[in-house]
């Protein structure tokens, strides 16, 4: 009785999505959600919109108690890279990375 949700085209890098992903892996739905509350990370609020939405979804299309639930897998992968230049020294100019991310949650019933 899994449900899961994608998250795509984050602009955060996957490097500090990863930093806030690791604390909630397979905790109970409502302590992670706890924790990212608390958490002072960009990632925290983009992991918890994502939480809530996995949960709305095993609720609506499953008969699923939400206090059971836990965060059975949670991964974070690179997305699209966006490539700017920046000026520099001597009339050259250097690549500026700006990642993306793509968030995807499971959740099932403990």
Known sequence: ??????????????????????????????EALAMLEHLP?????????????????????????VDRLYIKTIAVDGGAVMKRHMPRAHGRATVIRKRTSHLTVVVDER
């Open 1 to 30: 009785m899994e449900a899961r949700a994608v998250n795509r085209h984050l602009r955060i890098s996957p490097r500090k999505m990863r930093l806030v992903v690791d604390l909630v892996r397979g905790k109970n739905v409502g």
């Open 41 to 65: 990370k960009k990632g925290a609020g983009i992991v918890s919109k994502t939480l809530r939405s996995v949960v709305a979804n095993a609720e609506n299309t499953q008969s699923v108690d």
